[in-house]
């Protein structure tokens, strides 16, 4: 069993960045993908990023691209999305998901970890 726990959400002006971190319990975390969704209200869940267990292999959006970077410290059981040149349509909540080596699954929206979500809100 593997529990997510997302922080790092807040407010920032258009342009600003922030660090998400998703902190999982469990030794077998380092050998799972991970990924991020998010979700604003009236709009369907949205992938985001993924990292496979090795941190080797990452995948981004076409919507986030060149702004989201997606990296892991398996040490410290963390996931971590780092994101730059924020803009008020990136504001939603955001969740973690993690399962399986490969990030197939991750992506597809179908592991099965999820965290609670952590609000990001970009104003303009």
């Known amino acids: 069993q593997v529990q997510l726990v997302e922080s790092g959400g807040g407010t920032v002006q258009a342009g600003g960045s922030l660090r998400l971190s998703c902190a999982a319990s469990g030794r077998t975390f380092s050998s799972y993908a991970v990924g991020w969704f998010r979700q604003s209200p009236g709009k369907e869940r949205e992938f985001v990023a993924a990292?496979?267990?090795?941190?080797?292999?990452?995948y981004v959006a076409d919507s986030v691209k060149g702004r989201f970077t997606i990296s892991r410290d398996n040490a410290k059981n963390t996931v971590y999305l780092q994101m730059s040149s924020l803009k008020p349509e990136d504001t939603a909540v955001y969740y973690c998901?993690?399962?399986?080596?490969?990030?197939?699954?991750?992506?597809?929206?179908?592991?099965?970890?999820w965290g609670q979500g952590t609000q990001v809100t970009v104003s303009s």
């Open positions: 998901t993690a399962g399986g080596p490969t990030t197939f699954r991750v992506i597809a929206g179908a592991a099965d970890y």
């Open positions: 990292i496979d267990w090795s941190g080797t292999g990452t």
